[in-house]
């Protein structure tokens, strides 16, 4: 019944920003943790960044600097603000989020950066 929706993706020039957001809805009040995930293809699903309750983003070393993850408490709606972006940030986009003993992917934004 919970649903995670990504977007903001799209074409952007090597250099160039873009911001995701992911959308959760169904029957919760808030998550207690939520994920940004990739994956390009012929490569491996990796994680990008992630927020939970206690602590503050983690990033990928390949993003740190680059990338900044938001949120409200709830956690319902987080952005991932996606500056200087580079060729090889090129994929496939998701949102992961989790909440008691449940977690739930969206379906993923395509992000294409040219050069």
């Known amino acids: 019944q919970v649903q995670l929706v990504e977007s903001g993706g799209g074409l952007v020039q090597a250099g160039g920003s873009l911001r995701l957001s992911c959308a959760a809805s169904?029957?919760?009040?808030?998550?207690?943790?939520m994920d940004w995930y990739r994956q390009a293809p012929g490569k491996q699903r990796e994680l990008v960044a992630a927020i939970t309750s206690g602590d503050r983003p983690i990033y990928a070393d390949s993003v740190k600097g680059r990338f900044t993850m938001s949120g409200d408490n709830a956690k319902k709606t987080v952005a991932l603000q996606m500056n200087n972006l580079k060729p090889e940030d090129t994929a496939v986009y998701y949102c992961h989020g989790r909440w008691g003993t449940y977690a739930a992917w969206g379906q993923g934004t395509q992000v294409t950066v040219s050069s």
């Open positions: 169904g029957s919760i009040f808030s998550l207690n943790a």
